[in-house]
T-cell receptor
Framework: GENVEQHPSTLSVQEGDSAVIKCTYS??????FPWYKQELGKRPQLIID?????GEKKDQRIAVTLNKTAKHFSLHITETQPEDSAVYFC???????????FGTGTRLQVTL | DSGVTQTPKHLITATGQRVTLRCSPR?????VYWYQQSLDQGLQFLIQ???????AKGNILERFSAQQFPDLHSELNLSSLELGDSALYFC????????????FGPGTRLLVL
């Protein structure tokens, strides 16, 4: 089955700096890669996603890049703000199955 | 607000008991997914239903079962509860059954004492 590894597990940046979270996946058939943001005790909230026919996608301060050859995708947050502090999860979805396999999460802290 | 609703928000029960968690998908969504989130296991996929039929199964215990009703709401039944079943249980929904964006509900926090 699919296995998703996520790094780092914790990340602390100063307000205004950039943050990068990286994930690797094992199943080359995976073709959809969403990123979720989860605040303490709340639901995972989709922030951006990318499909395997695209190498990069951007939405304001958030971007995701995908390298299918390396089976690697990354989340980039620019000009970080305190409200970006949360746990971020990457996930991969394989083939015709719709079960998402999640990474272990990255706790991002944006300090003033 | 994702449009996915879950009840109850919190549930406290004892070992050996049985509980039912309920989920209503977003309007127009036909797929419902159940996930378990515990501190040591992260977010784990349990099961997916599409238009009333089971579509995919993950790490769901035999003590757990689910169903999706004609009105598309879903219920997750957890029986013979153990301390280790304490977790957040999320429901998500999507329009179709394959490669679809999934939107999560607010979750049910289950505490087994």
């Amino acid at each position: 089955g699919e296995n998703v590894e996520q790094h780092p597990s914790t990340l602390s940046v100063q307000e205004g700096d950039s943050a990068v979270i990286k994930c690797t996946y094992s199943d080359s058939a995976s073709n959809y890669f969403p990123w979720y943001k989860q605040e303490l005790g709340k639901r995972p909230q989709l922030i951006i996603d990318i499909r395997s026919n695209v190498g990069e996608k951007k939405d304001q301060r958030i971007a995701v890049t995908l390298n299918k050859t390396a089976k690697h995708f990354s989340l980039h947050i620019t000009e970080t703000q305190p409200e970006d502090s949360a746990v971020y999860f990457c996930a991969a979805l394989t083939g015709t199955a719709s079960k998402l396999t999640f990474g272990t999460g990255t706790r991002l802290q944006v300090t003033l | 607000d994702s449009g996915v609703t879950q009840t109850p928000k919190h549930l406290i029960t004892a070992t050996g008991q049985r509980v039912t968690l309920r989920c209503s998908p977003r309007s127009g969504d036909l797929s419902v997914y159940w996930y378990q989130q515990s501190l040591d296991q992260g977010l784990q996929f349990l099961i997916q239903y599409y238009n009333g039929e089971e579509r995919a199964k993950g790490n769901i215990l035999e003590r757990f079962s689910a169903q999706q009703f004609p009105d598309l709401h879903s219920e997750l039944n957890l029986s013979s509860l153990e301390l280790g079943d304490s977790a957040l249980y999320f429901c998500a929904s999507s329009v179709g059954s394959e490669q679809e964006t999934q939107y999560f509900g607010p979750g049910t926090r289950l505490l087994v004492l």
